[in-house]
């Protein structure tokens, strides 16, 4: 089975650009999360959505930042306009939401850095 | 709020047994995963603990006092490929807050 696709894996962006980040989660999976990691902060949670919908965006840093799920195979996280700040990996998780005790599964990561 | 404390690195000898502490207090709990992260790479599921004692995976053991706010992950027969980071992670409204992670340096 497809584990959790990211895409870019890497991207390098100049300060004041718009990066999009792709997510596609584990089929039969109905809950998504982006989380961000940095060595200074750990691995943080930004936003989750459950059957598409956004659950929890308390984590998301400010209004430059925008996530969406139009279907459950697919999830983007934009950031406009970027900052040197944001460099960081961004992970996209998904799960099975239902019962106490889910697993998330990471995707491999993307790797941004705002020069 | 959320608060979730390990150390943040130990050294241990290939073969040895080395044990990754993890304090909590956190507005709820439904669990505690712990997840390892190869440097570069995401994390893995290792374990995960519901209720109170021992959970045995192989060379990794996971332990759970909820009373106490306290885990602990255990790994015995150390390999050099045990190297990583070691996560531990509450979770709570079907939600995941980790640890700062413990850097766990194997040497021959």
């Known amino acids: 089975d497809a584990g959790v696709i990211q895409s870019p894996r890497h991207e390098v962006t100049e300060m004041g650009q718009e990066v999009t980040l792709r997510c596609k989660p584990i089929s039969g999976h109905n809950s998504l999360f982006w989380y961000r990691q940095t060595m200074m902060r750990g691995l943080e949670l930004l936003i989750y959505f459950n059957n598409n919908v956004p659950i929890d965006d308390s984590g998301m840093p400010e209004d430059r930042f925008s996530a969406k799920m139009p279907n459950a195979s697919f999830s983007t996280l934009k950031i406009q306009p970027s900052e040197p700040r944001d460099s960081a990996v961004y992970f996209c998780?998904?799960?099975?939401?239902?019962?106490?005790?889910?697993?998330?599964?990471f995707g491999e990561g993307s790797w941004l850095t705002v020069v | 709020g959320q608060n979730i404390d390990q150390p943040t690195e130990m050294t241990a000898t290939e073969g040895a047994i080395v044990q990754i502490n993890c304090t909590y207090q956190t507005s709820g709990f439904n669990g505690l995963f712990w997840y390892q992260q190869h440097a570069g790479e995401a994390p893995t599921f290792l374990s995960y603990n519901v209720l109170d004692g021992l959970e045995e995976k192989g060379r990794f053991s996971s332990f759970l006092s909820r009373s106490k706010g306290y885990s602990y992950l255990l790994l015995k027969e150390l390999q050099m490929k045990d190297s990583a980071s070691y996560l531990c992670?509450?979770?709570?409204?079907?939600?995941?807050?980790f640890g700062a992670g413990t850097t766990v340096t194997v040497r021959a």
């Open positions: 998780a998904s799960s099975f939401f239902g019962t106490s005790g889910n697993t998330i599964y």
């Open positions: 992670a509450v979770e709570n409204d079907y939600k995941l807050s």
